[in-house]
């Protein structure tokens, strides 16, 4: 029997590599479809990688008719919230223009599986904690606005074209491969982890502690961190549930428990033995006091439940990684 085969596009950056090579170690024909303008081709060492573009419907065509795909996996979008706010076309084209040539791809070569790398910017400020999948989604970015607007299209493709899909709603993913093979590396870096490890390494200036005054316990915002590998493994199931002839779902996925900053920054500090100077800032617009998953949909449907939970886990294997790169990317 064949094994299956899916494309995973954005395989290079930091959720698709581990994604990527997870799927490879269990069994799927893997094939990584990246442009590198934010992934690292070390990243997807031993795959086969195919450099392309989504916004070139002749790079998908090639791709579709080189290969048989059972299914997708679709990573590959800009994600930073702020550079979303002041490029919002560019976010537009590259996140939407980009994911509908490739479902128009999918659907001309017979592919009708997709699992979608969304995200829990698609809900915007919170209403009630946790939130569910149920929750008003009303993002307040345009990085919001173009993954809820691929939803939308995921499911009128569904609709009319027996599409299914499953769109995964990420809350903040954290860590790195548990062997320090596959990690975050961006540039600008706009996460906390490896902004707190940047510092520890002696590459930045004290860490800015934006807000100190949130109704949580110790006046810094609260999220809900998930392993990389974690999201990775449910990735795996999606897949599973789609290829078994699953419906069509949106699913959160968090540890449904939230760290602040000021904790996060504490762990860092034990974590790696460095001082990790801090300075307290003002608050940045936009930024709600606590995000909080409920993934309860997510275990019931898919058999998924995270398990490296720990955030002080996550910051272990972030900084292994970090370590073994020498803190510098590589491509």
């Given at each position: 029997?064949?094994?299956?085969?899916?494309?995973?596009?954005?395989?290079?950056?930091?959720?698709?590599?581990?994604?990527?090579?997870?799927?490879?170690?269990?069994?799927?024909?893997?094939?990584v479809f990246d442009n590198l303008?934010?992934?690292?081709?070390?990243?997807?060492?031993?795959?086969?990688?195919?450099?392309?573009?989504?916004?070139?419907?002749?790079?998908?065509?090639?791709?579709?008719?080189?290969?048989?795909?059972?299914?997708?996996?679709?990573?590959?979008?800009?994600?930073?919230?702020?550079?979303?706010?002041?490029?919002?076309?560019?976010?537009?084209?590259?996140?939407?223009?980009?994911?509908?040539?490739?479902?128009?791809?999918?659907?001309?070569?017979?592919?009708?599986?997709?699992?979608?790398?969304?995200?829990?910017?698609?809900?915007?400020?919170?209403?009630?904690?946790?939130?569910?999948?149920?929750?008003?989604?009303?993002?307040?970015?345009?990085?919001?606005?173009?993954?809820?607007?691929?939803?939308?299209?995921?499911?009128?493709?569904?609709?009319?074209?027996?599409?299914?899909?499953?769109?995964?709603?990420?809350?903040?993913?954290?860590?790195?491969?548990?062997?320090?093979?596959?990690?975050?590396?961006?540039?600008?870096?706009?996460?906390?982890?490896?902004?707190?490890?940047?510092?520890?390494?002696?590459?930045?200036?004290?860490?800015?502690?934006?807000?100190?005054?949130?109704?949580?316990?110790?006046?810094?915002?609260?999220?809900?961190?998930?392993?990389?590998?974690?999201?990775?493994?449910?990735?795996?199931?999606?897949?599973?549930?789609?290829?078994?002839?699953?419906?069509?779902?949106?699913?959160?996925?968090?540890?449904?428990?939230?760290?602040?900053?000021?904790?996060?920054?504490?762990?860092?500090?034990?974590?790696?033995?460095?001082?990790?100077?801090?300075?307290?800032e003002p608050r940045r617009p936009?930024?709600?006091?606590?995000?909080?998953?409920?993934?309860?949909?997510?275990?019931?449907?898919?058999?998924?439940?995270?398990?490296?939970?720990?955030?002080?886990?996550?910051?272990?294997?972030?900084?292994?990684?970090?370590?073994?790169?020498?803190?510098?990317?590589?491509?």
């Amino acid at each position: 029997m064949s094994r299956p085969s899916v494309l995973v596009t954005g395989g290079a950056g930091f959720i698709g590599s581990n994604t990527a090579h997870l799927l490879a170690a269990n069994g799927w024909q893997v094939t990584v479809f990246d442009n590198l303008s934010t992934g690292h081709r070390t990243l997807a060492d031993g795959l086969d990688l195919v450099t392309g573009d989504l916004l070139h419907p002749a790079d998908l065509d090639a791709l579709f008719t080189a290969r048989r795909f059972d299914a997708v996996v679709h990573f590959a979008a800009l994600s930073l919230v702020g550079q979303s706010v002041t490029e919002p076309l560019r976010y537009y084209e590259n996140n939407v223009a980009g994911s509908r040539n490739l479902l128009d791809a999918m659907l001309r070569h017979g592919t009708t599986r997709l699992v979608f790398s969304s995200t829990a910017a698609t809900y915007g400020e919170p209403v009630t904690t946790p939130i569910t999948e149920d929750h008003p989604q009303q993002p307040i970015n345009p990085y919001g606005r173009t993954k809820l607007a691929v939803e939308w299209m995921l499911r009128d493709a569904d609709l009319a074209h027996g599409l299914r899909f499953v769109a995964l709603r990420y809350f903040n993913a954290a860590g790195a491969d548990p062997d320090a093979r596959f990690g975050e590396w961006h540039n600008p870096e706009s996460h906390l982890i490896p902004i707190l490890l940047r510092c520890a390494a002696g590459l930045t200036g004290p860490v800015k502690v934006l807000g100190t005054d949130y109704p949580t316990p110790d006046g810094t915002c609260v999220r809900d961190y998930i392993h990389v590998h974690d999201l990775a493994r449910a990735h795996a199931l999606a897949l599973r549930h789609l290829l078994d002839g699953g419906p069509s779902a949106a699913l959160n996925l968090g540890c449904s428990r939230g760290t602040s900053v000021r904790t996060m920054l504490d762990l860092a500090r034990r974590v790696t033995g460095a001082p990790i100077p801090s300075t307290d800032e003002p608050r940045r617009p936009g930024d709600p006091a606590t995000l909080v998953a409920s993934s309860a949909r997510a275990r019931a449907l898919l058999g998924w439940t995270p398990a490296l939970e720990d955030p002080e886990i996550m910051l272990r294997h972030a900084w292994a990684f970090f370590q073994r790169r020498g803190f510098a990317p590589k491509d």
